[in-house]
T-cell receptor, first 111, second 112 residues
Framework: DVKVTQSSRYLVKRTGEKVFLECVQD?????MFWYRQDPGLGLRLIYF???????EKGDIPEGYSVSREKKERFSLILESASTNQTSMYLCASMGPSYEQYFGPGTRLTVT | QKEVEQNSGPLSVPEGAIASLNCTYS??????FFWYRQYSGKSPELIMS????GDKEDGRFTAQLNKASQYVSLLIRDSQPSDSATYLCAVFKSGGSYIPTFGRGTSLIVHP
């Protein structure tokens, strides 16, 4: 079974803090994704990566950056957290038939 | 027009009934189609994929694809209260970037 893990299930940070969310997959997938999910807005793509050190902006990249130094690990960085970044953050990796496997999610609260 | 549309629901069905969830998409070059189930507070999990016209069955789940009419549906037979969740439809276009497009999901409630 594909396993995607995320570093934290719940996180509380203060406005202005730098926040790191990490995601690890164990299936040697090339493509990995970061989404945020908010009530009524569905899944929104922040960034994705199709290879080590390669990244592409999604629909809402502002205020975020990413890092992919190793194939199995894809990190999302909030450079200076703001209250409007309070959300559920979901990492996913993509299998060879374009199916996605999601991690358990990180519920981030910025106060 | 949204690229992938789903009725937000909630769709309420009695236990044991067939639940029918529908999804329409706008891009004719779409090639791969997926259904994900998401329980409240949890992350989406893949339950079905379908790539060609027709029906695909997996246990109590049947995915149906009609590319000419640009819709994909998910039937859940013998619905159980544990099927109560939000069901997300995702569509993938070959030949472009590796980004699927998700619908906003349909909430299903199966009542005893």
């Amino acid at each position: 079974d594909v396993k995607v893990t995320q570093s934290s299930r719940y996180l509380v940070k203060r406005t202005g803090e730098k926040v790191f969310l990490e995601c690890v997959q164990d299936m040697d997938h090339e493509n990995m994704f970061w989404y945020r999910q908010d009530p009524g807005l569905g899944l929104r793509l922040i960034y994705f990566s199709y290879d080590v050190k390669m990244k592409e902006k999604g629909d809402i990249p502002e205020g975020y950056s990413v890092s992919r130094e190793k194939k199995e690990r894809f990190s999302l960085i909030l450079e200076s957290a703001s209250t409007n970044q309070t959300s559920m953050y979901l990492c996913a990796s993509m299998g060879p038939s374009y199916e996605q496997y999601f991690g358990p999610g990180t519920r981030l609260t910025v106060t | 027009q949204k690229e992938v549309e789903q009725n937000s629901g909630p769709l309420s069905v009695p236990e044991g009934a067939i639940a029918s969830l529908n999804c329409t998409y706008s891009d004719r070059v779409s090639q791969s189609f997926f259904w994900y189930r998401q329980y409240s507070g949890k992350s989406p999990e893949l339950i079905m994929s379908i790539y060609s016209n027709g029906d695909k069955e997996d246990g109590r789940f049947t995915a149906q694809l009609n590319k000419a009419s640009q819709y994909v549906s998910l039937l859940i037979r013998d619905s159980q209260p544990s099927d109560s969740a939000t069901y997300l439809c995702a569509v993938f276009k070959s030949g472009g970037s590796y980004i699927p497009t998700f619908g906003r999901g349909t909430s299903l409630i199966v009542h005893p």
